[in-house]
């Protein structure tokens, strides 16, 4: 049975890795088949999430960058956990998190955000700044987590890579970070 999908919006700006939640890992529509997303910098000849030792929030690339809108749509909630996380150390409970709708039904939720700038109700645009990196909730480093559904079915989240490729040309190597 295929799953079905859905094409976002790159949720940065700058290069980036994700590790994706298979089918059953995680039970929640926002966390089925979702994606953790970690900006990445070469350094060293590699490409590292951090520089140093990353036991500092500042080390990773990813901190307070910003993340953009996954669609044309409109924010439909969203939810601030106070309490920031040292890398390393988990503080259960809920994420920052900002939940997007499309007229179609499609629901995007990102989690582990950090100086949301959009209000619930507001019409956003692919590509659209709406928050920064975070480190909060049930989370171990600075990332985002994406999660895509429909009614009460999970999508499987595919980035546009025509948009990811038209930010590479408009920021040129220097802006996108490599």
């Not at 970690?38 to 000849?45: E, M, S, T």
């Not at 595919?158 to 930010?167: E, H, P, Y």
Request: negative net charge.
């Amino acid at each position: 049975m295929k799953i079905e999908d859905v094409v976002i919006h790159p949720v940065f700006g700058h290069a980036f890795f994700c590790f994706e939640h298979p089918e059953g890992q995680l039970v929640g529509l926002g966390d089925a088949l979702g994606v953790d997303c970690v900006i990445h910098r070469f350094a060293d000849g590699w490409m590292r999430p951090y520089a140093g030792d990353g036991t500092s929030n500042e080390d990773w690339y990813g901190w307070g960058a910003d993340v953009l809108a996954p669609f044309d749509g409109r924010v439909e909630e969203i939810y601030i956990n106070p309490v920031t996380n040292t890398p390393g150390v988990i503080h259960p409970g809920r994420a920052s998190m900002i939940r997007f709708a499309r007229e179609d039904g499609v629901r995007v939720v990102y989690a582990h955000v950090m100086n949301v700038c959009v209000e619930v109700g507001e019409q956003v645009t692919a590509g659209q700044v709406v928050a920064q990196v975070g480190n909060n909730g049930y989370s171990r480093h600075p990332h985002i987590h994406i999660g895509a559904w429909k009614d009460d079915k999970p999508l499987q989240i595919r980035f546009d890579l025509r948009a990811m490729g038209k930010q590479y040309k408009e920021l040129g190597e220097e802006g996108y970070i490599l």
